[in-house]
């Protein structure tokens, strides 16, 4: 789980580099993307689903890069904690998610002064 801090109402790109395992015990190795389609679940402090108004795209799809362009109306309230994890789909439609451990990454908006 990664923990990202947000201004309220920030439109800054947010480039995050995907990882996958080998194997259980492997070290992480980048994801390679190619040939996969890229979503998201994003969801509140109360578990309801959010869906943004930016974008969520690959950056690289080759290296696993992953550009989020946040609109300034998506992360409105400061305080606010998100839970994101991005869904990759094959062309044989299985799903993974990522990150896929226990703990979804963790986005935190903070004031913007």
């Known amino acids: 789980m990664a923990r990202y801090t947000f201004p309220q109402g920030t439109t800054e790109a947010l480039d995050i580099q995907l990882y996958r395992r080998a194997t259980p015990d492997a070290d992480r190795v980048p994801l390679v993307g190619t040939g ?15 869906t943004l108004a930016g ?16 609109d300034a109306a998506d992360l409105p309230e400061a305080g606010s904690i998100y839970r ?15 990150p896929n451990g226990r703990s979804p990454d963790e986005w935190h908006v903070v004031p913007a002064a």
């Open 84 to 98: 994101m994890r991005f869904t990759i789909t094959d062309g044989l439609g299985r799903l993974a998610y990522n």
């Open 55 to 70: 974008t969520v795209a690959w950056l690289d799809q080759a290296a696993g890069t992953v550009r989020v362009l946040l």
């Open 36 to 50: 996969l389609t890229l979503g998201y679940v994003l969801v509140d402090s109360s578990g309801a689903a959010v």
